[in-house]
């Protein structure tokens, strides 16, 4: 026991005796790793290179031609109309090959997934891969008029938006005019909506949407839609020339 209490002893000692560090200066200094970093395979370089040059090939192609810039803007603009519009057009040529015949009555584009603006004159697939660059597809889903006025007025918090087929009068923030194909809407009435999946899921707020009575997914990625209705818009000689009318508007 006596050994055991003199080795405790020795041991505080020696830790009583430390020296107590003191940093006085620091030193930096970059080590390069590059030597480590292995050099670019030349076969693999080889393979891909055919296939890159098909893809940057293909997203050169000029597909329409624009008199006009196309910017988003609030409550309406020259871009979104024209989206809009596009998709209202091209929903209500798959309706027409559809059994149920769910023919669209107003198209929705959610604002923010339009991520950047169109030019005028040359527009070309990489563009509409910019402005698209998300694997949305084009849906048909069939509301209520009760919906729709709910869906109104989030058009309205959101201060316009991407909307076609509608004339819509804000007045002190709140629903003024509300018309769907030139007609008041009918709250107990059934519509068609084309649109794209993300909303039609409740994103960016359209809860409302999840109310539908019907869904029809098309299988059409929504970017394929557009650039093959453009395609053939500029194939007939057909420019892109789209108008502010006061679909959202302010009373």
């Given at each position: 026991?006596?050994?055991?209490?003199?080795?405790?002893?020795f041991?505080?000692?020696?830790l009583?005796?430390?020296?107590?560090?003191?940093?006085?200066?620091?030193?930096?200094?970059?080590?390069?790793?590059?030597?480590?970093?292995?050099?670019?395979?030349?076969t693999?370089?080889?393979?891909?290179a055919?296939?890159?040059?098909n893809?940057?090939?293909?997203?050169?192609?000029?597909?329409?031609?624009?008199?006009?810039?196309?910017?988003?803007?609030?409550?309406?603009?020259?871009?979104?109309?024209?989206?809009?519009?596009?998709?209202?057009?091209?929903?209500?040529?798959?309706?027409?090959?559809?059994?149920l015949?769910?023919?669209?009555?107003?198209?929705?584009?959610n604002?923010?997934?339009?991520?950047?603006q169109?030019?005028?004159?040359?527009?070309?697939?990489g563009?509409?891969?910019?402005?698209?660059?998300?694997?949305?597809?084009?849906?048909?889903?069939?509301?209520?008029?009760?919906?729709?006025?709910?869906?109104?007025?989030?058009?309205?918090?959101?201060?316009?938006?991407?909307?076609?087929?509608i004339?819509?009068?804000?007045?002190?923030?709140?629903?003024?005019?509300?018309?769907?194909?030139?007609?008041?809407?009918n709250?107990?009435?059934?519509?068609?909506?084309?649109?794209?999946?993300?909303?039609?899921?409740?994103?960016?707020?359209?809860?409302?949407?999840?109310?539908?009575?019907?869904?029809i997914?098309?299988?059409?990625?929504?970017?394929?839609?557009?650039?093959?209705?453009m395609?053939?818009?500029?194939?007939?000689?057909?420019?892109?020339?789209?108008?502010?009318?006061?679909?959202?508007?302010?009373?």
């Amino acid at each position: 026991m006596k050994n055991s209490f003199l080795l405790i002893a020795f041991i505080f000692g020696l830790l009583s005796c430390k020296s107590t560090l003191i940093i006085q200066d620091i030193h930096m200094q970059n080590i390069p790793n590059y030597e480590n970093i292995s050099t670019i395979d030349s076969t693999i370089v080889q393979l891909v290179a055919p296939y890159k040059q098909n893809l940057e090939t293909d997203m050169q192609e000029i597909i329409a031609i624009s008199t006009v810039e196309l910017v988003k803007g609030k409550p309406e603009s020259l871009l979104t109309n024209y989206l809009a519009d596009l998709l209202l057009e091209e929903g209500s040529r798959y309706a027409y090959k559809h059994p149920l015949q769910p023919l669209p009555d107003l198209a929705y584009l959610n604002y923010g997934g339009l991520r950047t603006q169109l030019p005028k004159g040359e527009i070309t697939v990489g563009k509409i891969f910019e402005l698209m660059p998300f694997e949305n597809e084009m849906v048909l889903i069939q509301l209520t008029g009760a919906d729709l006025y709910e869906f109104a007025v989030r058009l309205i918090s959101n201060g316009g938006d991407c909307v076609s087929g509608i004339k819509l009068g804000i007045q002190d923030n709140k629903i003024g005019t509300f018309e769907i194909d030139g007609n008041p809407l009918n709250h107990t009435a059934l519509y068609w909506v084309v649109t794209n999946n993300y909303v039609a899921e409740g994103g960016d707020g359209m809860t409302m949407l999840l109310n539908r009575k019907k869904y029809i997914q098309t299988g059409i990625k929504l970017r394929d839609c557009f650039i093959d209705h453009m395609r053939n818009e500029y194939q007939t000689g057909r420019t892109i020339s789209p108008k502010l009318d006061g679909r959202i508007y302010y009373e």
